[in-house]
């Protein structure tokens, strides 16, 4: 087993809709999750950390966490093209390592 | 902002070269991690660092080796290149426990 899944995608979208995008992990005991956004030919970047169960916002993106069923979404609302990306999801599996799903790519269609 | 730089983000070598990518960050972090990114296999870890001096092995480490001299630069060094080492390599770095990763540009490495 895979130690974080990603749902596969591509995902496809309409200018404004919401995006969805889901990662299950398999370790019970990481404590600090992350979504990264990458574009095409460029590296990761951070756009969102959450380390309690819930929801947790930050501007037109929301994060929720829910350790007891290993699961971490992350929504996009009124998604915009430049949303275009392949969103990568990580999880801690120690005090310095961090593994990576294989991320799902987003494509906002204008 | 973390800063971390890549000293090149294009490279291009040939087979059997000695090459060296660079990395520096100016957060005082105490982890730095190399990483290789391929189409259809996601990021694998090559090495990480947790401190000046110490080194662990990724996931796949075969045919590199790192150096960490000071806190603040940490070196991924191909020791005889080949062409299956062409790819993206991403360096990063975290502070304490459970931080993230923060990423470099990346070097887009061509092993002629």
């Known amino acids: 087993q895979k130690e974080v899944e990603q749902n596969s995608g591509p995902l496809s979208v309409p200018e404004g809709a919401i995006a969805s995008l889901n990662c299950t992990y398999s370790?019970?005991?990481?404590?600090?999750f992350f979504w990264y956004r990458q574009y095409s030919g460029k590296s990761p970047e951070l756009i969102m950390s959450?380390?309690?169960?819930g929801d947790k916002e930050d501007g037109r993106f929301t994060a929720q966490l829910n350790k007891a069923s290993q699961y971490v979404s992350l929504l996009i609302r009124d998604s915009q093209p430049s949303d275009s990306a392949t969103y990568l999801c990580?999880?801690?599996?120690?005090?310095?390592?961090?593994?990576f799903g294989a991320g799902t790519t987003v494509t906002v269609r204008a | 902002d973390v800063k971390v730089t890549q000293s090149s983000r294009y490279l291009v070598k040939r087979t059997g070269e000695k090459v060296f990518l660079e990395c520096v960050q100016d957060?005082?972090?105490?982890?730095m991690f190399w990483y290789r990114q391929d189409p259809g296999l996601g990021l694998r870890l090559i090495y990480f660092?947790?401190?000046?001096?110490?080194?662990e092995k990724g996931d796949i480490p075969e045919g590199y080796s790192v150096s960490r001299e000071k806190k603040e630069r940490f070196s991924l060094i191909l020791e005889s290149a080949s062409t299956n080492q062409t790819s993206m390599y991403l360096c990063?770095?975290?502070?304490?426990?459970?931080?993230?990763?923060?990423f470099g540009d990346g070097t887009r490495l061509s092993i002629l």
């Open positions: 990580a999880v801690n599996i120690n005090d310095y390592k961090l593994s």
């Open positions: 959450i380390y309690s169960n």
């Open positions: 660092s947790y401190d000046v001096k110490m080194k």
């Open positions: 990063a770095s975290s502070g304490t426990v459970n931080q993230p990763q923060h």
């Open positions: 957060m005082d972090h105490e982890n």
């Open positions: 370790d019970r005991g990481s404590q600090s």
